[in-house]
Each structure stands twice: as structure tokens, then as C-alpha cells.
């Protein structure tokens, strides 16, 4: 129904942006991504086990922040930090210099994703519809989610193949672009009713 195209252009565009960082793409072949930035097969399986720890350390603290900080200021944050990092990623790629930096700027992505997107969308989901169609939304949100990460992950090698930069480049830019959506687009729903958002949803 039209009341709710808000809440649903928020649930796909959280499920899109998630993947459009790239970092199911990034985690899928992160040993590949290692041994293309000049790191040994050992190495880069050592480095690829240093970017799950990260993952499930920040998540961690995304957790115990995400009802402190707020889901929209958490997804601010996330935005920078990714989209800096992943040009980083770039620069090193487009270059072929600074490879052992490539480690530390995939951590850092990693913690800025896990702090943002990867712990604020499941909630974000379930708080932007009402009771009556919550499950539908949710499962829309999901949707947008997965077909997208099915989509990157599969023309990340392809991508890949002809300019390492490019994935990089391209996942950096989508951050900058989710950045001034999430400014301009997103309401905060940190200590905000049911009631109370629905109103400002325009779903009363």
C-alpha cells in the first residue's frame, strides 16, 4: 500500500547498502583479495582468520552501543569509515605500493562495518513497520539483502579479474552515496515509540 513506500524504501535501501559496501564479497574471497595483494597462501589465510576476529569483536561493541549512540548516528559513523577505508583498499590496488597497509585497511572496514550495518539493519527492520506488517517488512528487508549479496558476490571475481581496484572503488562509493541517504532519509528510532514513528512515517 502506498502509506508505507517510506518504510519500505528504507527496509530494501538498508538491505542494498549492507552489500553494496562489499562486505560479504570481501569476505567470501578474502584469501584471493590477500594473495592479490602480494601476501603469501599461509599469510593470507592467517590475515583472512584476522578479519573474523575483528567481525565478531565489533559486533560485540555494536551491540552494547546501538540503544547509546542510535541506529542512525551508528550508520553515519559506518559510512565514513567504510567508504575511507575501501578507497584505501583502492589506492593500494590502482598503485601496486603500501600492500602491507592492505591488512590494517581491512580491518578497518571490517570494524566500521560491523559497528554499522552489520548490527543495525536487523534492527532497523524490525522497528520501521507497524505490528500489522512488520513480518512482510521484514522479510522484504531480508529479501533486498540477500538477492543483492548474491548478486556482488558473484560479479566481484569477474569485476576483479579485469581491475582489482574497480570492486573497491565502485563498494567506496556506494558508502559515500548511503552516507547522504541515511543524512537526508533516515529517521532515528533510538528511544522512539511505535506510536511515535508511525506519526513521523507518515502511517498513522
Known amino acids: 500500500r502506498r502509506k508505507y513506500r517510506l518504510p519500505i524504501f528504507l527496509a530494501v535501501s538498508i538491505g542494498m547498502f549492507n552489500q553494496l559496501s562489499g562486505i560479504n564479497a570481501i569476505l567470501y574471497y578474502a584469501n584471493d583479495i590477500f594473495r592479490f595483494g602480494g601476501f603469501s597462501s599461509l599469510s593470507a589465510d592467517k590475515q583472512a582468520v584476522l578479519l573474523g576476529a575483528m567481525n565478531f569483536c ?22 565514513v569509515g567504510t567508504a575511507a577505508a575501501l578507497a584505501g583498499v583502492a589506492a593500494i590496488f590502482h598503485t601496486h605500493s603500501h600492500q602491507a597497509d592492505l591488512v590494517w585497511l581491512l580491518v578497518g572496514f571490517i570494524f566500521f562495518f560491523s559497528i554499522s550495518q552489520g548490527a543495525v539493519i536487523w534492527v532497523y527492520i524490525s522497528e520501521i513497520f507497524p505490528t500489522r506488517v512488520r513480518s512482510k517488512g521484514q522479510s522484504l528487508g531480508s529479501s533486498s539483502h540477500w538477492i543483492m549479496n548474491a548478486l556482488i558476490s558473484g560479479f566481484f571475481p569477474w569485476v576483479a ?24 532519509v533516515y529517521p532515528e528510532t533510538k528511544g522512539v515509540t511505535l506510536e511515535q514513528l508511525q506519526h513521523k512515517l507518515g502511517i498513522d
Open 161 to 184: 579479474r579485469h581491475s582489482t581496484a574497480a570492486p573497491f572503488v565502485f563498494f567506496s562509493a556506494m558508502m559515500v552515496l548511503q552516507f547522504f541517504v541515511v543524512l537526508l
Open 58 to 79: 565489533a559486533t560485540l561493541l555494536a551491540m552494547s552501543v546501538i540503544d547509546k549512540l542510535g541506529r542512525k548516528s551508528l550508520l553515519l559513523i559506518g559510512s
